[in-house]
Nanobody, 125 residues
Framework: QVQLVESGGGLVQAGNSLRLSCVASGRTFSMYTMGWFRQAPGKEREFVAAIRSSGGRIPYADSVKGRFTISRDNAKNTMYLQMNSLKPEDTAVYYC??????????????????WGQGTQVTVSS
């Protein structure tokens, strides 16, 4: 069992930055593929970014490519999402997720077994 807790969300103006964190419980964090998803009101949950247990990154969603960076610190059981040049369309609840094992393309929600409670990111224009 893995418990995930996100933090770092908030209200920012367009063009500014935020860094989200996801802290995981348990001793096997380093073995998990980790991902960030987001869900805006009235829309389906969508993939943002993912990182393998080795630190290798899955290609980012096109909507965030070049602006967001995913990283992890296995010693701290923590994953991060650095979000730069934020846009109003980035407004959503952001969720971190964990998937045990290795996957070729961990970009869909069913791949992930564990989810955090989400953190709200609101970008004003």
């Amino acid at each position: 069992q893995v418990q995930l807790v996100e933090s770092g969300g908030g209200l920012v103006q367009a063009g500014n930055s935020l860094r989200l964190s996801c802290v995981a419980s348990g001793r096997t964090f380093s073995m998990y593929t980790m991902g960030w998803f987001r869900q805006a009101p009235g829309k389906e949950r969508e993939f943002v970014a993912a990182i393998r247990s080795s630190g290798g990154r899955i290609p980012y969603a096109d909507s965030v490519k070049g602006r967001f960076t995913i990283s992890r610190d296995n010693a701290k059981n923590t994953m991060y999402l650095q979000m730069n040049s934020l846009k109003p369309e980035d407004t959503a609840v952001y969720y971190c997720a964990a998937a045990p094992g290795r996957y070729i393309a961990p970009i869909t929600p069913p791949v992930y077994d564990y989810w955090g409670q989400g953190t709200q990111v609101t970008v004003s224009s």
